[in-house]
Structures are given as C-alpha cells and as structure tokens.
C-alpha cells in the first residue's frame, strides 16, 4: 500500500511557532487536493482536546485535525505527558492514563514502549493519509538529551521525513538560533534539513535579505520563507509559554472586565478563549492579590493538580479576595478544577493527583471532591439553566475526581441521564464540569448581557459565532503561510527528499 509524503516541523525552541505552522500546513495540503493528517509522537501539554471516542490527546493535533477537516484519532498523539509538579508527569498513551511516571523513570524505562507505540500510530496514518504534517517538541539540538528522544530526528527517521527548522525572529539571535541548531546536529540528522522557516517577522522584509543572503550562504541550507507576526491571529494555544504574553492589568476602555486566576497548574486554559474576542471584554491572568481588582466575572479554570493550586489560593491571599468578591456580587464560574475549588473539601487519599492528601475548598458551594484513579474523557450536551432560559450547549469533560452534593443543590446543565454542575438561584455562582462552555455563542451572549444589564448597560445581541472565526482563523493562518514561503520549492523538496531515499 502506498504510504503518505511526510513533512516535518522542528523548531529551535520551545514556542517558536511549529504549531501554527503545522496547522497551516494541513490547511494548505487540504486546500491543494491532498487528504492530509498531523502527527505529534509525544505531546507534553496542559490543554487537552477530547476526541469523539472520549479520548485525550494534545490540544494542538486536535485542531490541526480540525484544520484538515478530520476527526482526531489518537493516532496522532500516542504519548500525552501532563505536567503534575514535583517532577511528576501523568502519561496519557493512546488517550488513557497509563501511570505517572518522573523524567528519570520515563526515559529509561518506557523508551522502548513509547518507541513501538509512536511506530504503529504513525504506519496506521501513513496508510490512510496522502501527507502527514509531522510536528516536532522543543529543539532537536538538546544534545543531552538526543540519545533516548522521542519526538524530533528518531520520528523523522521513524517516517523517513524532510525536515523544515522554524525559527522565531520576534524574541531576537534567529540566525545564531537557527545556524547553531545546525551545527549541533549529527550530520546524517542535518542532511533531513530542507530548509529553514523563520517565523513572527514584523517590518519591511527586505531589510532583512542580507541577513538571508548570509545564512544560505553560510549553511548552505536555504530559506523557504519568511512568515509575518499575525496580529489578528485566531488559533487556540497550547503551551502554557502563552499565558505570559497576557496583561493582568485592566482596560477601563472596556465595559466587561474578566479576571481569570492563573494557578500554578492551570490546565485547558483555552475555555477562555471566546471571551478574548468579544469586543467588550477585556481578559486578563491574575496571580497575585493585588492583581484582582474588582472584575466582573471572575473565573477559575481547570487545574492539573488541584489541591495544590487550592493550596496556592489559600497562601497567596487569592481565596480570601475570592470571598470578598462574592459579597460585591462578583460573577465566579468554576471550570473543572476551579469547580471543585468552590466546594468544601478536595480529598485524594491515594495520592492520584498529589501527596497532599486533602486541602479546604472555599466552601461557596456545599460539595466535597474525592480524587479517583478513573478518568472521566467524555463528550457531552444538554440544557444549561441560567435564571429562566434554558441554553442547549455542548461541551467535554475531563477530569479525576467524583464530586458529591451534601445539600440540596440547582443543578446547571440537565444532560440526559443527569445533571451536571450547579448555579445559585441569583446567577452569581457557576460550577461545571464542562469544558468549553464559553465556545457555546447563545450561553456566553447571555451571561455577558446578564453583566452588562447589572452595570447598566444595553446588551449586545447576535455576538460572532466562535465556530465561524475559528474557521476563518485556519483561512487567515494558510492564506499568510502560503503567500510568505515558497510552496512550490517545498512540493519539490519533499518529493526531491523521497525519491533520494529510495
């Protein structure tokens, strides 16, 4: 059977911009008649993406599945690593938890496993797909760590790929990055390299040709293209790296002020991702006391390790600000792991999660969390109460832990088999289990008119649809690409790079 033309993205670091170019890729190859699929072998994130058949693999291979207009298969991340402190990692393999593990352990003793596994998963796609779009981690020059690596030139070797090297100009040293990254490599590695991308260049390019002429020269590896800093950008991020290019002060230019607590171990940070694009909103990450304000809406999002970010709240000051909010009749939605810090108590008697074995919630809701070692990875949809509306809404859920009502409680989302979360009769106090729920249109136009009419302020209907700009992100991300490389030259290489191998 034939076997798809593979092309892979390494980077000279860590958010150098391979994910986006991979999502733009995908889109190119589909949009040039070609069935297309991602593959990262080995994805260490906090931002998961649920697939149909309730399984986790990493965010980014979500939507460039999403990009290439398939369904995500778990083929396309076999190895899922979440961070859960103290140098411990849950490993995700094949979407399910498999054990946790610290690095030392990982590298010497599932190597060989995670080896066979990312073998497998990319010959199944390599047989169902005519391009496979190849993400890469980090840096491949880590020279320390080259001899048992899972995830840069051992998958190219895996997939017998060309490699494109993406390097960031906007954080300054792209040539000394890029040219050292090849130096660095063992020179069967560096002949892999077709060229080099360098991302996020703002100004006039051709005050950066000597620059280029230099580096073609130098190398002798050649430029495949130059890639503008796109502003209006609209791709999910993945890398918890993001979070540090957002503001935690305010913008009185906005009439909705959002507060998202940015704990230690904030994971699905990208529920809040709608909110950014209304133009009524300001978001910001806070992590400090004085940072707060008085937002609002106030949200809690998702948490690796729970009770120790609830730890966090409560020797930081955050949860006594939290409380003060709530007598200023502050908005708070909890998401997951921030919906379990509304309750009582969160208990992990096996250590699941963390050797700290319970910590106090901020009691605003009457509910105790025990951590269990099942994880719940489902899709879901139902009816969402808020006051007298009934929102349908579609979400995912995915977290450890059972949570139990010692009260009578309003449930907030009526799925059907049960309900899910609970909402204060005044609408003030949401916790749900949901992911994603900001991404419904009709449930965030409500509850930003709710804030809008308790400041005074008329509401805003007919908000833009977040499907739709998500799909106008993925034409606006390929449209940039393809005008800024050299496509034609990359067909060629890639098929240049086949037949040499052959």
Request: hydrophobic letters at 40%.
């Given at each position: 059977?034939?076997?798809?033309?593979?092309?892979?993205?390494?980077?000279?670091?860590?958010?150098?911009?391979?994910s986006a170019i991979v999502t733009a890729l995908c889109r190119i190859f589909v949009q040039d008649g070609?069935?297309?699929?991602?593959?990262?072998?080995?994805?260490?994130?906090?931002?998961?993406?649920?697939?149909?058949?309730?399984?986790?693999?990493?965010?980014?291979?979500?939507?460039?599945?999403?990009?290439?207009?398939?369904?995500?298969?778990?083929?396309?991340?076999?190895?899922?690593?979440?961070?859960?402190?103290?140098?411990?990692?849950?490993?995700?393999?094949?979407?399910?938890?498999?054990?946790?593990?610290?690095?030392?352990?990982?590298?010497?003793?599932?190597?060989?496993?995670?080896?066979?596994?990312?073998?497998?998963?990319?010959?199944?796609?390599?047989?169902?797909?005519?391009?496979?779009?190849?993400?890469?981690?980090?840096?491949?020059?880590?020279?320390?760590?080259?001899?048992?690596?899972?995830?840069?030139?051992?998958?190219?070797?895996?997939?017998?790929?060309?490699?494109?090297?993406?390097?960031?100009?906007?954080?300054?040293?792209?040539?000394?990055?890029?040219?050292?990254?090849?130096?660095?490599?063992?020179?069967?590695?560096?002949?892999?390299?077709?060229?080099?991308?360098?991302?996020?260049?703002?100004?006039?390019?051709?005050?950066?040709?000597?620059?280029?002429?230099?580096?073609?020269?130098?190398?002798?590896?050649?430029?495949?293209?130059?890639?503008?800093?796109?502003?209006?950008?609209?791709?999910?991020?993945?890398?918890?790296?993001?979070?540090?290019?957002?503001?935690?002060?305010?913008?009185?230019?906005?009439?909705?002020?959002?507060?998202?607590?940015?704990?230690?171990?904030?994971?699905?940070?990208?529920?809040?991702?709608?909110?950014?694009?209304?133009?009524?909103?300001?978001?910001?990450?806070?992590?400090?006391?004085?940072?707060?304000?008085?937002?609002?809406?106030?949200?809690?999002?998702?948490s690796k390790n729970t009770i120790e970010d609830m730890m966090f709240l409560h020797s930081s000051g955050?949860?006594?600000?939290?409380?003060?909010?709530?007598?200023?009749?502050?908005?708070?939605?909890?998401?997951?792991?921030?919906?379990?810090?509304?309750?009582?108590?969160?208990?992990?008697?096996?250590?699941?999660?963390?050797?700290?074995?319970?910590?106090?919630?901020?009691?605003?809701?009457?509910?105790?969390?025990?951590?269990?070692?099942?994880?719940?990875?489902?899709?879901?949809?139902?009816?969402?109460?808020?006051?007298?509306?009934?929102?349908?809404?579609?979400?995912?859920?995915?977290?450890?832990?059972?949570?139990?009502?010692?009260?009578?409680?309003?449930?907030?989302?009526?799925?059907?088999?049960?309900?899910?979360?609970?909402?204060?009769?005044?609408?003030?106090?949401?916790?749900?289990?949901?992911?994603?729920?900001?991404?419904?249109?009709?449930?965030?136009?409500?509850?930003?008119?709710?804030?809008?009419?308790?400041?005074?302020?008329?509401?805003?209907?007919?908000?833009?649809?977040?499907?739709?700009?998500?799909?106008?992100?993925?034409?606006?991300?390929?449209?940039?690409?393809?005008?800024?490389?050299?496509?034609?030259?990359?067909?060629?290489?890639?098929?240049?790079?086949?037949?040499?191998?052959?």
């Amino acid at each position: 059977m034939k076997k798809a033309f593979p092309l892979m993205i390494q980077g000279t670091h860590s958010d150098a911009g391979k994910s986006a170019i991979v999502t733009a890729l995908c889109r190119i190859f589909v949009q040039d008649g070609f069935k297309t699929a991602p593959f990262k072998s080995q994805n260490m994130a906090l931002n998961s993406y649920i697939t149909v058949d309730g399984k986790e693999i990493g965010r980014a291979q979500g939507v460039q599945a999403e990009a290439a207009g398939i369904i995500a298969t778990t083929d396309m991340n076999p190895i899922l690593i979440k961070p859960s402190g103290n140098y411990n990692s849950q490993i995700i393999v094949h979407g399910k938890p498999f054990k946790n593990m610290k690095a030392g352990e990982y590298r010497e003793d599932f190597f060989q496993q995670g080896l066979r596994l990312i073998s497998e998963s990319y010959d199944n796609l390599s047989t169902s797909y005519e391009r496979i779009v190849i993400e890469g981690a980090g840096s491949p020059a880590e020279v320390n760590l080259n001899d048992r690596e899972l995830v840069n030139m051992r998958v190219a070797k895996i997939a017998n790929a060309p490699v494109i090297l993406v390097g960031d100009i906007e954080k300054g040293g792209v040539f000394a990055s890029l040219v050292g990254t090849l130096q660095l490599l063992e020179p069967k590695d560096r002949q892999r390299v077709i060229g080099v991308i360098i991302n996020k260049f703002r100004g006039d390019v051709s005050l950066l040709q000597p620059g280029l002429t230099w580096f073609e020269e130098y190398t002798g590896v050649p430029i495949l293209g130059v890639v503008p800093y796109i502003d209006d950008l609209f791709i999910e991020a993945e890398d918890s790296v993001v979070l540090d290019s957002y503001t935690s002060k305010m913008d009185p230019s906005k009439d909705i002020d959002i507060a998202v607590i940015r704990h230690p171990r904030i994971s699905n940070f990208t529920d809040i991702d709608p909110l950014f694009e209304e133009k009524d909103c300001h978001v910001r990450f806070v992590r400090k006391v004085e940072e707060v304000g008085n937002p609002d809406l106030l949200i809690l999002p998702g948490s690796k390790n729970t009770i120790e970010d609830m730890m966090f709240l409560h020797s930081s000051g955050l949860s006594n600000r939290i409380m003060d909010l709530v007598q200023k009749d502050t908005m708070i939605v909890g998401i997951c792991g921030g919906y379990q810090m509304l309750g009582t108590s969160i208990e992990d008697q096996k250590e699941i999660e963390s050797s700290c074995l319970m910590a106090e919630g901020l009691g605003l809701i009457p509910m105790k969390t025990t951590m269990t070692p099942t994880k719940t990875t489902i899709h879901s949809e139902g009816l969402a109460r808020f006051g007298e509306e009934q929102i349908p809404v579609t979400g995912y859920e995915i977290h450890m832990g059972e949570s139990f009502f010692q009260e009578e409680f309003s449930p907030f989302i009526q799925l059907s088999d049960r309900s899910e979360g609970t909402i204060t009769v005044d609408k003030q106090l949401i916790g749900t289990y949901f992911h994603g729920i900001f991404h419904n249109d009709q449930f965030r136009e409500v509850v930003l008119n709710e804030i809008r009419l308790k400041k005074g302020l008329e509401p805003i209907y007919h908000r833009a649809s977040f499907a739709k700009k998500r799909e106008d992100g993925f034409d606006l991300l390929a449209q940039v690409v393809r005008e800024n490389i050299k496509l034609a030259r990359i067909y060629q290489l890639m098929t240049d790079f086949q037949q040499g191998q052959n």
